[in-house]
């Protein structure tokens, strides 16, 4: 675990499914003092993903507040953020899915969140998975959701003064800026 330090207004932080992007997320927000508030995008759809979010909890224990937003991200974040406090949002992928889903214009989304990002009070983390180094998927919707997940990375890490890649737990920092 990061001993405190000062975050990034944004901080981004990509990798890889189980590659430990969440518990160094969740150890960046937990060196902060003051409130830690966890907004989380994922849905329990099925027994399986339900079962992740409860081990989720469990991990963070109850010093953690949490805010459900599986489409209203900008929103929630308005409402979030606070100089007393850092947010961790896990994950941009899950809530992209949401949008997809629910037939929302992606682009329109990705701009809201590029925005209110610049304007929040606190610390924000964004979780993310990078999906775009496998095959090419095999069908429209799988590449659409590929295309779009890379597209929102590059437009989230444009305005991130802090970007990481984490793979087996360790983190390598590819874009730091001062807080």
Known sequence: ????????????????????????AESLVESQPGA???VATAEPGDDEMAARIRAHQVRRGNR???????????????RAASAEGAVLVDCLTLWLSNLIAAGHDIEAE???????????????????????????????????????????HQAIAAVAPSVVWVAAGLP????????
């Open 1 to 24: 675990m990061p001993s405190a330090q000062v975050l990034a207004p944004v901080t981004l932080i990509l990798g890889g499914a189980r590659s430990g992007k969440s518990r160094y």
């Open 36 to 38: 830690w508030i966890y």
């Open 64 to 78: 953690w507040t949490t805010i459900e937003a599986p489409l209203d991200l900008a929103g929630a974040l308005r």
């Open 110 to 152: 990705t701009a809201g969140l590029t925005a209110v990002l610049s304007e929040l009070a606190g610390p924000v983390v964004l979780v993310s998975n990078e999906v775009g180094l496998g095959i090419v998927p095999d069908n429209p919707l799988a590449r659409r959701f590929r295309d779009q997940a890379g597209l929102l």
């Open 172 to 179: 390598l920092h590819l874009k730091s800026q001062a807080a």
